[in-house]
């Protein structure tokens, strides 16, 4: 037996994550089905099906919550794959010690959550844990949808752009602040929403859509990118970013194409309605700062690669994120 | 190998320590390696600790230059 | 400042970098001393551009984290994971260095112990403050830039009495490193870009020499991508005149006389010493310890971390000649191999600075320039 054990970068969304998954719990069960990896997966009958755990340190923060995001979070999955989200699980795994009125203001956050979405949370459990051996409250939902439409990879051509709905990073940053590290203060809010609004692009002739959650932009992309037979070119004067991430950014070193968002998506359309996606969805309050930020092309970089032209005009290779985030000085 | 970015001292206190802003975002500092600076200045932060206050004419010269040499590019 | 990354002008500067490359007659090799300037000319894909107009850039020993040798970060991890109750407060790059005892990620703190990241030495001091009966442990590495923070934080510690604070020194100078890489005569630069913000610390003077005695021209810049192909020209200009000096290429933010108020802290808290630097090996009078009024803050004493300046490097990492500008990371075997950013073996590999992770995270399309 191997001494090695679990460190928190697995968690972290990145390789290390991808290689655990595809080394150890693909392999154990092979399935078809689960073979797919997708955010949500399509079982036989019309039905969509997901699941998503959710651990966040605090459980309140600017523009969102634990509950919040438990929600939204299960949705976004579904409307991604291809789906109308309509039903959720919750679980609630609580430590011991939690004060009630907390507890209370989660499920109040969760029920305004799952309105807001139009799903219905229709089953569910709850487990307590003692002091230490869990930290406040871990929350599971699972997420049941009617398919509509189903990601077609494989129709990506060279020419079809990829279109960002917002601004990049604003989740991640807002959890940092609320933590009080580093000495920084902005009006840095969560994204946390659901992205129904996506879901008539589908019909319209959207090829492929991934929400930007853990790993940020790069990772999701490059995933997207190492599957084609074509390179991804992102522009980074085209990604939309807000005040605060900018700031932060720079002042804590972070890489704002790394943050993780809680309500925003990647979608690959046609070049020839490209344009009409965008203005539809800055139609949309949560798609005000869509924009395309890059296309699949064939003029620079070898097939697979996830390329950014930056702003000052050079070229550089994007990598998935490889460890958590951590603010650097030096 | 110092990663450190220009920011404008919004407030200092007695002690030296107070806040600087960049883009809009407020960040707790530390002025007491910079005694000469004043609320408004710009200063270089890095770890938390200003180091260095900015010479405005010096950053106008240096945008001047490059707005001179994008024109010169374009023409 | 985004004027200072608009793409136009620094087609501009580029071609002017040619125009004077093609007039010296051969590709000039210049050192970036600063992992920073490493990091800003990858993150911004200046480095092909660079080498298109016909100059090859080479990292310096200009990253702490990768200069510190494993000694001690083997005492930081000794000192979380044997002493109960005590937090290790350290800079984000630091906790992910590869040793014979793992990292500081790995490793698993002792009772009531943890590791907590920071991005001011101040916070470590605020935790101390508060905290009856906890210990709490700086681990702080830098350079000049740096080091006068972690002055200031000493001195207040001695100064409030504070006896559950300690500091585990890891300060790096870089005019003795400079010395170092032009005596051993290995790395063959042309030109230097000498580090904007220790030049925000210690001013102009202290390059002087290499312009001086070894007739090497170089210049002081900042971190914008224009900063840095200005202070590319101006080296070349120096070249093609035939008259090295040390140019300031970041006046906006910096003075040539550096900051004196900084300068006399890290003077009043610490003194040089001989140090062992990984890859350069011991230099003299390139490191800083606690000068004796000091010495009760000094973590190495008083929790009996032993001598920690020996390299012990893992096997086959050639992170040191990386460091001394002899080899490019692409030159080690097991780069981008058996090292890779999530398996580091070495801190080249790790720190956001180290020249191996920065060549390999943000290599130009179609694989490394050579």
């Known amino acids: 037996m191997s001494d090695k054990r679990i460190s928190l970068d697995l968690g972290g969304g990145g390789r290390l994550m991808r290689e655990f998954i595809a080394g150890t719990i693909v392999p154990a069960f092979r399935d078809p089905l689960l073979g797919e990896l997708a955010d949500a997966v399509h079982l036989p009958g019309g039905v969509a099906f997901t699941t998503d755990s959710y651990v966040v340190d605090p459980l309140f923060f600017p523009g969102g919550d634990i509950g919040r995001l438990a929600v939204n979070g299960t949705v976004n999955d579904l409307v991604v794959s291809g789906a109308e989200p309509r039903f959720l699980s919750l679980a609630l795994i609580i430590e011991e010690g939690l004060e009630t009125a907390v507890l209370e203001r989660v499920i109040g956050s969760i029920r305004g959550a799952s309105r807001a979405a139009r799903v219905r949370v229709v089953t569910g459990d709850t487990k307590v844990v003692r002091r230490g051996q869990g930290d406040k409250v871990y929350i599971n939902t699972a997420g049941v949808g009617r398919s509509i439409a189903r990601p077609k990879p494989g129709a990506i051509r060279r020419g079809d752009k990829i279109i960002l709905t917002g601004t990049l990073g604003d989740h991640s940053l807002a959890v940092m602040l609320a933590r009080g590290d580093f000495g920084l203060r902005s009006s840095a809010r969560s994204d946390c929403a659901p992205l129904l609004f996506l879901l008539p692009f589908w019909k319209a002739g959207a090829k492929w859509m991934r929400d930007v959650t853990r790993g940020g932009l790069a990772t999701v992309l490059y995933e997207l990118a190492e599957r084609l037979p074509y390179p991804v070119l992102l522009e980074e004067d085209k990604i939309p970013l807000s005040r605060p991430v900018q700031a932060a950014a720079e002042l804590l070193g972070i890489d704002p194409l790394f943050m993780a968002c809680e309500g925003k998506a990647v979608v690959v359309a046609p070049a020839k309605k490209a344009d009409d996606f965008v203005r539809r969805m800055r139609r949309h309050p949560l798609g005000r700062r869509a924009a395309i930020i890059g296309e699949v092309q064939g003029r620079v970089g070898r097939p697979g690669e996830l390329i950014l032209r930056t702003a000052a005009g050079g070229l550089r290779l994007l990598e998935p994120l490889t460890s958590e985030l951590l603010p650097r000085i030096c | ?75 | ?370």
């Open chain 3, 1 to 370: 400042m985004k004027e200072l990354r608009n793409p136009a002008a620094l087609r501009r500067l580029l071609e002017d970098i040619g125009e004077k490359t093609r007039v010296l007659g051969r590709k000039p090799r210049l050192m970036e001393v600063c992992g920073t300037h490493t990091m800003a000319l990858f993150k911004n894909g200046l480095t092909p551009l660079l080498a298109e107009a016909g100059v090859e850039m080479v990292s310096g020993p200009g990253c702490p984290v990768c200069i510190t040798p494993n000694g001690i970060h083997e005492a930081a991890i000794a000192a979380v994971t044997e002493t109960e109750d005590l937090t290790l407060a350290t800079f984000g790059d630091m906790t992910r260095v590869p040793t014979r005892k793992g990292s500081l990620q790995t490793a698993v703190p002792a009772r009531g112990s943890r590791l907590r990241v920071v991005y001011s030495p101040e916070e470590a001091l605020d935790e101390a403050r508060r905290g009856t009966g906890r210990e709490v442990v700086f681990f702080g590495a830098g350079f000049e830039t740096t080091i006068p923070a972690i002055a200031y934080t000493a001195k207040r510690a001695a100064a409030e009495g504070l006896r559950n604070f300690s500091i585990l020194p890891a300060l790096w100078l870089v005019p003795p490193a400079l010395r170092a890489v032009l005596a051993s005569g290995e790395a063959a630069v042309d030109g230097f870009i000498y580090p904007g913000h220790v030049s925000a610390v210690i001013g102009a003077g202290p390059y002087e020499f290499v312009a001086r005695e070894h007739g090497i021209p170089g210049a002081i810049a900042g971190f914008e991508p224009g900063d840095i192909l200005l202070a590319v020209r101006s080296v070349l200009e120096q070249a093609v005149e035939g008259r090295p000096r040390v140019a300031l290429e970041y006046a906006r933010a910096i003075g040539r006389d550096g900051n004196p108020v900084a300068r006399a802290l890290m003077a009043e808290v610490f003194e040089p010493f001989d140090a062992v630097w990984r890859g350069l090996g011991r230099i003299p009078a390139s490191g800083l310890r606690f000068r004796k009024a000091f010495a009760a803050l000094d973590a190495g004493t008083r929790f009996g971390l032993g001598p920690a300046d020996e390299g012990r490097d893992l096997p086959g990492c050639r992170c040191g000649d990386v460091l001394r500008g002899v080899i490019r990371p692409e030159g080690c075997r097991l780069f981008g191999t058996k090292c890779r950013p999530d398996a580091p073996l070495g801190p080249c590999m790790v720190s956001y600075e180290g020249a191996c992770l920065i060549h390999f995270k943000y290599g130009p399309p179609g694989g490394p320039v050579s």
């Open chain 2, 1 to 75: 190998m110092c990663l450190a970015v220009p920011a404008k001292i919004t407030r200092l206190e007695e002690s030296g320590h107070g806040t600087a802003s960049y883009l809009g975002s407020e960040v707790a500092a530390n002025f007491c390696l910079v005694p000469q600076a004043k609320p408004g200045d710009w200063v270089i932060i890095h770890a938390g600790f200003a180091i260095s206050v900015m010479d405005e004419t010096e950053a106008r010269e240096t945008l001047r230059l490059f707005k001179d040499m994008a024109a010169a590019e374009r023409r």
